[in-house]
């Protein structure tokens, strides 16, 4: 949509495929350049901060990106706003698929937040807080 300006709902589905993407092909720099420096990733319903900031987001995601046969399929979408919401359906070697919705909050074409709802028992990857990382 060059030269045409996005609807808000527009430019959160483009980052969010954008995302998805970079994530199939476990591209740190291309997924990591969506994102604000100052993102946060939340689990609900506990509201859960699980990274906040560039620094512990790649930290997570490293761990992630790792795991052998990673690989994520969207099963539907939705977009609200600035919001684009997506069932996913993650799978790895060795564990049975992951289902996840994942809420991308996109502000100025970066995500701001996501918000996620999983249903399974992979547990999210650790990661060092921000005042770990900045210690």
Do not use: W
Request: aromatic fraction near 6%; proline fraction near 6%.
């Amino acid at each position: 949509m060059q030269g045409l300006r996005m609807s808000a709902s527009e430019q959160a589905r483009a980052i969010a495929d954008a995302q998805l993407i970079a994530y199939n092909a476990q591209d740190m720099d291309a997924y990591l350049a969506l994102f604000h420096d100052d993102a946060v990733l939340v689990n609900l319903p506990a509201q859960d901060v699980i990274a906040e900031g560039l620094a512990a987001i790649r930290a997570m995601y490293e761990v992630r990106f790792a795991t052998p046969g990673l690989h994520c399929e969207v099963t539907h979408r939705a977009e609200l706003g600035p919001v684009a919401i997506d069932h996913e359906t993650v799978y790895t070697d060795g564990h049975p698929p992951l289902n996840v919705l994942a809420m991308y909050e996109v502000v100025d074409h970066k995500i701001k937040r996501i918000f996620f709802v999983r249903g399974g028992d992979i547990p999210t990857p650790s990661a060092p807080s921000s005042k770990e990382i900045d210690a």
